[in-house]
């Protein structure tokens, strides 16, 4: 439940859309990578991911396993449902860290066989 905060219900939505935009942007950011990974096409673009996804990985250590939305939208909400401040299904929300953190760490190794190859 979002709790009434400044007198307006706007700003969980606001963080919601955000959210689920920045979860959208970075999905691309991985699949980009991770077929530029498979087909051998290392560009430009692929290094510009990887370190988009550097940069996600160093926001999240900072803020301790969690997104900065998440943190700011904790203030309007009691809510204890994995999704409450994104659109995810609840599974996905749950175990978002945990999927998207294999994937990545096949992508990367996959990147570093394809660079010592």
Avoid at 17 to 31: E, K, R
Avoid at 68 to 79: C, E, G, K, N
């Amino acid at each position: 439940m979002y709790r009434n905060v400044r007198g307006s219900s706007r700003y969980p939505l606001a963080i919601k859309l955000l959210h689920t935009a920045v979860w959208v942007f970075f999905n691309v950011v991985i699949f980009y990578l991770l077929l530029a990974v498979l087909t051998d096409r290392l560009d430009t673009w692929a290094w510009i991911c990887l370190a988009l996804i550097g940069a996600e990985c160093a926001v999240l250590l900072f803020f301790r396993m969690a997104c900065p939305l998440t943190i700011v939208a904790r203030r309007y909400s009691d809510s204890q449902l994995p999704n409450f401040d994104i659109y995810l299904p609840i599974w996905l929300a749950r175990y978002n860290k945990h999927i998207y953190g294999v994937l990545l760490a096949l992508i990367l190794s996959g990147l570093v066989w394809r660079l010592v190859e």
